[in-house]
Nanobody
Framework: QVQLVESGGGSVQAGGSLRLSCAAS????????MTWFRQAPGKEREGVAA???????WHTDSVRGRFTISRDNAKSTVYLQMNKLKPEDTAIYYC????????????????????WGQGTQVTVSS
């Protein structure tokens, strides 16, 4: 059984930083696509950043240059370093996994992911 456990959320002021962690277990870590999504109240779930087995990564336009996805294979953990946070970054952040490749056109489609964490709240105040 694949399990994903997020941590690191919290409340910060605009301009601050947070680092989210997603600890994975129950599958052959290192294969497939690990992705961070977020969902704000009243909005659809949005792909934020993804990293594939090969190390290739993607970031959505609104966070590029501020957020960075990375992975530590020894710890089976994926991170999302979030800098220069803005109030519009406020959302519940989820990590998700699929045991298949990511592509430019597929990494941000939530329907393609089989496993999800429980989410962690990020609140950015102005």
């Amino acid at each position: 059984q694949v399990q994903l456990v997020e941590s690191g959320g919290g409340s910060v002021q605009a301009g601050g930083s947070l680092r989210l962690s997603c600890a994975a277990s129950g599958y052959s870590y290192g294969t497939g696509c690990m992705t961070w999504f977020r969902q704000a109240p009243g909005k659809e779930r949005e792909g934020v950043a993804a990293i594939y087995t090969s190390g290739t990564f993607w970031h959505t336009d609104s966070v590029r240059g501020r957020f960075t996805i990375s992975r530590d294979n020894a710890k089976s953990t994926v991170y999302l370093q979030m800098n220069k946070l803005k109030p519009e970054d406020t959302a519940i952040y989820y990590c998700a996994y699929k045991g298949r490749y990511c592509t430019d056109g597929s990494w941000s489609a939530a329907s393609g992911y089989e496993y999800w964490g429980q989410g962690t709240q990020v609140t950015v105040s102005s």
